[in-house]
């Protein structure tokens, strides 16, 4: 109970970005003809933020099955975090692995990895943070749609920046070292040019798959 408290309460920081980010989405969500326990119900099951709003974007043009193809693309980058954080989870039942993927977050990853990595990370701490980001979307997600009648246009006041920088204050926190920096350019210059030439959001994966397997050989190399 000490480890999941010290989870929770590590996600106060991150607190402010994913309310503004919440409501940002449930604004989205009520013009796109959610009603707001719509809105909360897509939070609680999808829990998803960047897939979400795909899915908002796509809501009234594209059928079922494209927006479910799209938004898995886009949830790709789990298998990602997943396998980076697996080695931590190696003695825990099947049980609790799941528990902890279900409300796996960008956000509750960075703190749970950063914790393990300084060595004092655990289950309880994971779990932790996972709930504390997921109570914080929730909320604000049916806040923003309660208040999304009232600001037609969200955007107009910025509140659209807050999901990039909100990743980038998470990335800083991972940049140690020259290996890191190279590996985190090299993404962002593959996620710009495959942007250009790759359909949907593809471009995440092959710019995180890419600079992924760069980075094991650049460490490879490093340590010979």
């Not at 886009?74 to 990602?80: A, D, F, I, Q």
């Not at 309660?146 to 600001?151: C, N």
């Not at 969200?154 to 990743?167: E, S």
Request: with cysteine; glycine share 8%; net charge neutral.
């Amino acid at each position: 109970m000490s480890a999941f408290r010290r989870g929770m309460v590590s996600t106060l920081p991150l607190a402010p970005g994913v309310i503004a980010f919440g409501l940002l989405y449930g604004m989205m969500a009520r013009q796109v003809g959610f009603q707001p326990w719509e809105a909360l119900a897509m939070s609680a099951v999808v829990h998803a933020g960047s897939a979400q709003f795909v899915a908002l974007e796509m809501w009234n043009t594209a059928s079922a099955a494209t927006i479910i193809l799209t938004t898995w693309v886009v949830n790709l980058r789990h298998l990602l975090m997943g396998a980076s954080i697996a080695p931590y989870l190696s003695d825990l039942s099947a049980r609790w692995k799941a528990l902890l993927a279900l409300w796996m977050s960008d956000e509750s990853y960075a703190l749970a990895i950063t914790a393990y990595e300084a060595g004092h990370g655990s289950a309880g701490y994971f779990l932790g943070a996972n709930l504390g980001v997921a109570l914080v979307w929730w909320i604000s997600s049916w806040a923003g749609a309660l208040l999304g009648a009232a600001v037609p246009d969200p955007t107009q006041y910025g509140l659209d920046l807050v999901f990039p920088l909100a990743f980038l204050g998470l990335l800083i926190s991972f940049l140690k070292d020259r290996l890191h920096v190279a590996v985190a350019v090299l993404a962002g210059l593959l996620a710009l040019a495959c942007i250009q030439v790759l359909p949907g959001k593809w471009y995440v994966i092959v710019a995180g798959l890419v600079a992924s397997a760069a980075g094991v050989w650049l460490e490879d190399v490093q340590q010979r």
